[in-house]
């Protein structure tokens, strides 16, 4: 069965800085795209950033330009959403996603919360 496992939430004061990390198995994650979704409470979840499978290109959400880089390192099978100048807004649970083709899988989500 496929796996997804965000870690690094947690609670940052604004200004600060996390990095999320998103462990996957079980499936061939050198052949899919990786993505960051948020969804804060009240609100549709929305794309943050894209990988392509190679690293080659990413994406990042107008939002979070210049605040938040995507990376990934396919020996470890792990993709990374490094977060910085956080702003309450950012507050929300961030998901990993997988996508190759009609394949989509999520994680089951990671809380950050940027508050004093």
């Known amino acids: 069965q496929v796996q997804l496992v965000e870690s690094g939430g947690g609670l940052v004061q604004p200004g600060g800085s996390l990095r999320l990390s998103c462990a996957a198995s079980r499936f061939t994650f050198s052949s899919y795209d990786m993505s960051w979704y948020r969804q804060a409470p009240g609100k549709e979840r929305e794309l943050v950033a894209t990988i392509t499978k190679t690293g080659g290109a990413t994406t990042l959400a107008t939002s979070v330009k210049g605040r938040f880089t995507i990376a990934r390192d396919n020996a470890k099978n792990t993709v990374y959403l490094q977060m910085s100048s956080l702003k309450p807004e950012d507050t929300a649970v961030y998901y990993c996603?997988?996508?190759?083709?009609?394949?989509?899988?999520w994680g089951q989500g990671t809380q950050v919360t940027v508050s004093s």
């Open positions: 996603n997988a996508r190759y083709f009609v394949h989509s899988y």
